[in-house]
């Protein structure tokens, strides 16, 4: 909880004001106010984002022509397994947990996290388990080469040198400082929420980041002990891998993908807990179906613990436990689909305006059921025997993580940038960005579906000439470029707003929720007084009841 | 609703689901089928793509009606109408694609329940699977790296690997199924159309993953009889053959190996051509310096190759004749 002092600026002054740790830097380093900790995490892994959307790049220009030599085949697969890694481990799932810092405790009406410091400690974690991670680059024989997913036994028995090791131990890095940081969360919300704060009454946002939360508690341990058999098995001489000495390779893609399934809706759930707070917004409607949208959250969380082996369909389990994995596979498939049809209803009939945070929302909803439904194909277990490790599969994954999560995240920075930074991003280079990635992204991944379908393995660095494959891999490759050159935009938007970006009031947008209710940026002890919460859009409330009192 | 928003959603609804269709029917995105397996494979994913076109439609009409007709005004910041949900229609949204996906499920079961019967006298051919090669071992013991097929005939095929996850797929056969070291796993097909087909890996097994390929050919089963009846024309390793170019093809060396000799130009390995020079440069007799070379692959290196990339399993894989032969074979082929 926040000290006394922070309750009051002069008094906060007085206490810190001659202090070392009020430096310009030394303030970031020794922070552990949510919001700068949210903030380190958003900043950091933009930078992670940068590295891994040119490590794409490099796999593009490879795949750009056939039989290319711009990436030898080694380091092709150092690139695409930093670059998966990376995506997932430094990007996706650290930046929804930046969201959920900065949010958390504005959106639910507390001070700050339940543990500042803890808090603190799942940042830094993160920044080394990260620089651990990329440091494989550095290790004898190059980085890592087996893939994100890193099977055994080539992860153990066929990979020299240490890159897999640094791999292995960033990863287990930032498994403590998500499990750090999933802790906290749970705890903030069961405890801190304000007077009023009901279930039933909390953002949307914090239903999700929960659900994440309880994820991240239940599978990453599973994690952990997955590395660390692999890392014996490579270091220490034990076989639980290896078939010779009576090990299974099966055995590690169970306890990787009982992680790497619910792994996926970790990333997706709170993306979708941003969309559903745009999108009220901005259609000036309540959500359809809040108490829907919620426990769908919930299902889709339950169902993502008993999906897991429909990555291992291929490897020959019995036709039974196939069978149970491809209904419980295909039944996720339905509170997602209520999510989308209760986003539907709600721009039904609404007063839609749209800003940048809209458009990304809405490119959200029609990418990822696109991706969604490229899942329906996947779970059925025939047609993945057809398709899976093809590039149909890389094009599914892209269009659920970027096209989701990424979308989402884009949504969000749009919207709670002015509540982080106190002025607006700028409007017409944000609907550049989103055009520019909309179309990068759908030249990009779409022709990568008819490559998967055509016969074009996933990880390979170079194909054979001849063919339409040339024709969709060129096409490919022009459309990552574009969507570098959207986010170029991006960068070019974050540096011209920040020194004369529109100043933003407490609530531009006219939103719902508490954060909205103090200044922008927020004070480091967030609210001043906070009023009673009887629903759930208690900003909308506050600006009717002052506009009654105007005209009294 | 009105009458008139009925008819805009349906005419979006079918815009939407013309283009998709369009996409669907003119680009080319399925290999023609080549077995009966991949015939009834198309038909479960034709069965979903219908539904994923109707369902695709269906959500783009309603984002593009909304998107269109709920435009606000400029300087308009009142309210929509304050609809909080409507419990009969979560209902709806929660049954249908319920009922959708069971279907596809049930359709699913019936494809991959027919697929899985191999009838009463299958072909059972061994796939051996290591880096990066396949072998085919047939039933009268002989070992080639191509793999013949009869038509019209069930095969089983039963795979298995020496040293990680390899995968068999052939697209036009509608079927793939990994090589897992430590077990055995099998897939079941019925050629039905004469041909050419590549076989190709599609589990990351390392280095050479991308050029880890073979080839199926399916020949007409008068064809295959009298190529299995005199196929003993190429004896390989695993049949006990000695013969040093035999041995050098069986093992998969051509897989890696530049050698002119042999008629290989694989690009994972060092070249084969100049191994005179090679021993000379670490100080060994030629002879003593290839079959070291081949036993224990990390004692001598060549420049700018890391330890470990080659299999060191041919010290098992190979028996002490055929590796004489092939020792000698490369010897008196190399500069």
Redesign the interface.
């Known amino acids: 909880m926040a000290s006394k002092a922070n309750h009051h600026p002069s008094a906060a002054r007085q206490r810190f004001g001659s202090d070392w740790r009020a430096g310009r830097i030394t303030a970031w380093l020794t922070t552990v106010d949510h919001k700068r900790v949210g903030l380190l995490y958003i900043w950091t892994t933009l930078g992670f984002f940068a590295v891994g959307g040119v490590l794409a790049l490099l796999m593009r220009a490879q795949l750009a022509t056939p039989n290319e030599n711009f990436l030898t085949r080694g380091s092709y697969n150092q690139v695409l397994t930093i670059h998966g890694t990376t995506m997932i481990f430094l990007v996706i799932v650290p930046i929804l947990a930046g969201f959920g810092n900065f949010l958390v405790p504005l959106m639910i009406g507390a001070r700050d996290m339940a543990f500042p410091r803890l808090n603190a400690l799942s940042y830094w974690l993160f920044l080394l388990g990260g620089i651990v991670l990329l440091s494989s680059f550095w290790a004898g024989h190059g980085a890592a080469q087996g893939g994100w997913t890193s099977y055994v036994p080539l992860s153990t028995l066929h990979m020299p040198g240490h890159g897999e090791d640094f791999w292995i131990l960033g990863l287990h890095i930032l498994s403590i400082s998500s499990l750090v940081g999933a802790i906290n969360f749970i705890v903030t919300i069961h405890n801190m929420r304000t007077s009023g704060m009901t279930w039933t009454r909390i953002p949307l946002f914090i239903w999700a980041i929960l659900t994440y939360a309880w994820l991240l508690v239940i599978v990453l341990p599973t994690l952990s002990a997955g590395l660390t058999m692999m890392l014996l098995d490579r270091q220490w001489g034990t076989h639980f891998f290896d078939p010779v000495h009576g090990g299974s390779p099966i055995l590690y893609q169970h306890v990787f993908w009982f992680f790497g399934h619910p792994e996926v809706y970790i990333m997706i759930l709170p993306a979708m807990g941003i969309i559903s707070e745009i999108i009220p917004v901005f259609a000036r409607k309540p959500i359809f179906g809040y108490k829907a949208v919620a426990y769908s959250t919930v299902g889709i969380a339950f169902f993502s613990l008993l999906v897991w082996a429909h990555h291992m369909f291929s490897t020959g389990l019995p036709v039974g436990l196939d069978s149970f994995f491809m209904l419980s596979s295909m039944v996720i498939a339905v509170p997602t689909g209520v999510k989308i049809f209760n986003w539907l209803a709600t721009l039904w009939r609404g007063n839609i305006s749209f800003d940048t945070p809209m458009l990304w929302s809405l490119g959200f909803i029609g990418v990822f059921t696109l991706g969604g439904l490229s899942g329906i194909f996947l779970a059925a277990f025939p047609i993945d025997w057809q398709l899976t490790d093809t590039y149909f599969v890389v094009a599914h994954l892209h269009y659920v993580l970027f096209g989701g999560s990424m979308f989402a995240v884009f949504a969000g920075l749009y919207y709670w940038w002015p509540k982080m930074f106190g002025r607006l991003l700028d409007e017409r280079l944000g609907k550049l960005h989103f055009a520019l990635v909309l179309i990068g992204f759908n030249v990009t991944f779409l022709p990568q579906h008819f490559l998967g379908l055509l016969g074009m393995p996933r990880r390979v660095y170079t194909y054979r000439p001849g063919g339409i494959w040339e024709v969709y891999n060129v096409i490919s490759t022009v459309g990552s470029f574009l969507m570098a050159v959207g986010m170029l935009v991006f960068v070019l938007n974050v540096v011209i707003t920040a020194r004369s970006g529109r100043r933003a009031s407490n609530d531009p947008w006219l939103a719902d929720t508490l954060e909205w209710y103090t200044t922008s940026p927020p004070p480091a002890w967030n609210f001043d007084r906070l009023p009673y919460i009887s629903n759930a859009r208690p900003l909308r409330d506050v600006r009717r009841r002052l506009e009654a009192e105007r005209w009294k | 609703m009105t009458r008139g928003s009925i008819f805009k959603l349906f005419a979006y609804a079918v815009v939407a689901g013309a283009i998709t269709t369009a996409v669907a029917v003119f680009?080319?995105?399925?290999?023609t089928a080549a077995t009966r397996q991949a015939d009834?494979?198309w038909f479960?994913?034709w069965f979903?793509e219908i539904?994923?076109i109707v369902?695709?439609a269906v959500?783009?009409a309603?984002?593009i009606y909304?998107?269109v007709e709920?435009?606000?005004k400029p300087g308009?910041?009142?309210?929509?109408?304050?609809?909080?949900?409507?419990t009969m229609?979560?209902i709806i949204?929660?049954a249908i694609?319920?009922v959708i996906?069971?279907a596809?499920?049930i359709?699913?079961?019936i494809?991959?329940?027919d697929?899985?019967k191999a009838g009463t006298n299958p072909l059972v051919i061994k796939v051996v699977t290591q880096?990066f090669t396949y072998q085919f071992e047939y039933p009268n013991g002989k070992t080639f790296n191509i793999l013949r097929l009869p038509k019209d005939r069930n095969v089983k095929l039963d795979l298995s690997s020496k040293?990680?996850?390899h995968?068999f797929?052939v697209?036009a056969f509608?079927?793939?199924?990994?090589a897992?070291?430590?077990?055995?796993?099998?897939i079941v097909i019925t050629p039905t159309r004469t041909g050419y087909y590549?076989i190709?890996?599609?589990?990351?097994?390392?280095?050479?993953?991308?050029?880890m390929r073979s080839e199926a050919i399916v020949l007409e089963s008068t064809e295959y009889d009298s190529w299995y009846a005199s196929a003993g024309e190429a004896p390989a390793a695993a049949a006990g053959g000695t013969d040093g170019k035999s041995v050098y093809t069986a093992a998969g060396c051509g897989a890696c190996h530049v050698f002119t000799a042999g008629g290989s130009a694989g690009t994972?390995g060092s070249s084969l051509d100049n191994l005179s020079v090679d021993a000379a440069k670490a100080g060994e007799e030629l002879n003593d310096f290839i079959r070291s070379s081949i036993t224990d692959p990390d004692t001598f290196l060549a420049p700018g190759y890391?330890?470990?990339v080659m299999p060191s399993t041919y010290k098992s894989s190979i028996s002490g004749a055929q590796l004489d032969s092939l020792v000698q074979y490369l010897a008196e082929n190399t500069k």
């Not at chain 2, 680009?27 to 290999?31: A, E, H, K």
């Not at chain 2, 308009?76 to 409507?86: A, E, K, L, N, Y």
């Open positions: 680009i080319p995105w399925l290999p009834r494979m479960s994913i979903a539904i994923a369902v695709f959500v783009a309603a984002l909304c998107v709920f435009r606000v308009d910041t009142s309210d929509g109408p304050p609809t909080h949900g409507h229609l979560e949204w929660t694609p319920t996906v069971i596809i499920t359709v699913a079961a494809v991959i329940h697929n899985g880096q040293d990680v996850i995968s797929w697209p509608g079927q793939k199924t990994d897992v070291p430590g077990i055995t796993t099998s590549p190709i890996c599609t589990q990351l097994c390392g280095l050479g993953h991308a050029l994972i890391a330890k470990g």
